[in-house]
């Protein structure tokens, strides 16, 4: 028997970010995927009562952004239930009041970064924890080089985030990087997609619950710099974020396709 022909790669499916021919596709493309990305974190147990909340730039008005109503579960939100607010923080779509927070920090980020598509924030545990030392991720696992000297720390706390001048704090101190750890507060991811800063979330909380775990096992062994460095670069753009998220973005909407409505 002569040995199977290989099939060309040409032929093979691989996904990427899907391109829209209108601004209503588009919008519509956003929300679907903002809404896939709270109900994770929902599954992942990132919600803590009313706080927590993921951004979208709207495609057609870019000083306003979609996000989950206050007081409303990650884990029931719907298309319909999104809200859009604009730059002075009212809502101009949808009938639900916006978490001020949301808009303090998210307004602010999305202002100092035209490139940032979407922006996660969420009160996880292990990232609470590690904000809580005021310290960085170290470069001790392959996963984490992804933020190495691409992740800042805000080191401060003033009580809940209510007013846009402690958003542009936080906006600057996470200046052209991919995610700030809010000390004893938090953490904050941007990506050019709501699938790549679902993602670098997702990671990055691993990541503190990784090096959290070493620490109180012995002393960890740190990737040396250059490595460091050769594997973010492999590993820390948005493509590949976006590219990493879609197995999880394929649980919920199989598990969970009512999050259309």
Known sequence: MPEPTPIPTDQLHFAMPPTHATVEGERRYRKERLVAALRL??????EEGVAGHITVRDPEFPHCFWVNPFGMSFRHLRVSDLIMVNAEGKVVDGRYHV??????????VHQARPDVIAAAHSHSTYGRALSSLGELLEPITQDVCAFYEDHALFDDYTGVVVDEGEGRRIAAALGPHKAVILRN??????GDSVDAAAWWFLTMERSCQVQLAAKAAGEPVLIDHHNAVHTREQLGNDLVAWINYQPLYQQIVRTEPDLFD
């Not at 974190?41 to 990132?46: A, K, Q, T, V």
């Open 41 to 46: 974190f929902g599954r992942h147990g990132f």
């Open 99 to 108: 978490n001020q927070a949301a808009f303090a920090i998210h307004s602010q």
């Open 185 to 190: 507060h938090g953490l904050l991811t941007v």
